[in-house]
């Protein structure tokens, strides 16, 4: 099977990449390579383009005839989102139509869509079930509930068939070490962590260690990279063999402190981790994690690489080498 990943050339895409490839799919990437890396793509051909620009598409959809496609391209940082919304709802929701409008044009093959557990929101109740109320706090969170809501017009108006996987944190590497998190700037806690850890980046800030939580810190749901690859190719196979759309979500199922992660980073590094506590941010949750039943149910979602220090070293093992550090 060819599958247009769209985005394929960052964190999340190049992973299904490699797991597409590793069972014998074809995965055509297509990227402006404005947040991923041409290293990453390396199962398959690079179609530069940006999918602000319908024309680029085109090109790729003519050129490739892609039986499926996977959409992991926006810009997901939540910060940069507030600073920038426009920015933000034409990147991630005006590309999309533009795909949507490109794919319907192809006959409309089936779509898997990056989403994320942002359109939440703060929730009122714990874990987090996919029909728990959405009201997101930030533009980022927004724009992908929008992208969601025009899937869901569409597929209920005939031709789309998508599944829309609302990631919690993603994490880790690939376990043979090949490719990892690589965002610049990161913003992610784990990297982060590591980074401070091996003294190339600075200190952890910790934002609030008043939380009503067993140690005062957030709790978020880490779901390993490998294991979300795994879960997106049970959802092509899925809409491939017919189903109807899908929404689920893809966590862990279990929340670890942030605390917790600092804790597990020193274990597996034999470093210290330095950290200075801040203030609460406005709008994080104490507690964030998933219900993965439905995931578990509709795509025999087992994710049995997401305990935390398995995610941590796949990590460390992976910017290790990045950062030229001797092995221990
Ligand atoms: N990383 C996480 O923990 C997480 C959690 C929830 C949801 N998500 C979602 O998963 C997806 C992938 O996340 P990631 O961490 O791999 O991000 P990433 O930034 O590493 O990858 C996104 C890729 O999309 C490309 N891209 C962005 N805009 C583009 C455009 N206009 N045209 C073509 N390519 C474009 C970038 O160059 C990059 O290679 C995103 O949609 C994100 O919102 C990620």
């Known amino acids: 099977m060819k599958v ?11 992973h299904i990449c490699k797991a597409l490839a590793a069972r014998g799919d074809t995965p055509v990437v297509f990227d402006n ?4 890396h041409t290293h990453a793509v390396r199962w398959g051909p690079l179609e530069q383009g940006d999918i602000r620009q319908e024309i680029d598409l ?9 039986d499926a496609v996977m959409h992991f391209a926006a810009f997901a940082e939540v910060a940069e989102g507030e600073a920038d919304p426009l920015g933000f709802w034409d990147n991630n929701v005006a590309g999309s139509l533009n795909l949507l409008r490109v794919m319907a044009d192809a006959g409309w093959p089936p779509l898997v869509f990056s989403s994320t557990c942002a359109v939440y929101g703060v929730p009122e109740r714990l874990p987090l079930t996919e029909d728990t109320l959405q009201r997101p706090i930030n533009v980022y969170g927004r724009t992908k509930q929008a992208v969601e809501r025009a899937l869901a017009d569409q597929a209920g108006a005939g031709g789309l068939r998508y ?43 910790l934002f609030g260690t008043d939380y009503d939580t067993p140690d005062g810190t957030c709790i978020r749901d880490f779901i390993h990279v490998a294991d979300l690859a795994q879960a997106h190719l049970a959802a092509l196979d899925r809409l491939q063999a017919g189903a ?10 279990q929340g670890y402190s942030v605390r917790e992660v600092l804790d597990a980073v020193e274990r597996v590094t034999g470093r ?30 087992a994710p049995e690489r997401s305990g935390l220090e398995t995610m941590i070293a796949d990590a460390w093992a992976f910017h290790r080498a990045r950062w030229n550090l001797p092995a221990q």
């Open 4 to 14: 247009l990943v769209v985005g394929g050339a960052g964190y999340i895409g190049a």
């Open 33 to 36: 390579l404005s947040r991923g």
């Open 58 to 66: 085109r090109r790729a959809f003519e050129a490739h005839q892609p």
């Open 163 to 205: 599944a829309a996987l609302r990631y919690f944190n993603a994490a880790g590497a690939s376990p043979d070490g090949e490719i990892g998190e690589e965002h610049e700037p990161e913003t992610h806690l784990i990297p982060n962590a590591l980074k401070a850890a091996a003294g190339v980046g600075p200190a952890m800030k």
């Open 244 to 253: 109807p759309s899908f929404t689920c979500n893809l966590g862990s199922g």
């Open 272 to 301: 210290a981790v330095p950290f200075s506590v801040e203030s609460r941010r406005p709008g994080d949750p104490a507690r964030l994690f998933a219900d993965i039943s439905r995931a578990q149910q509709l795509l025999g979602f």
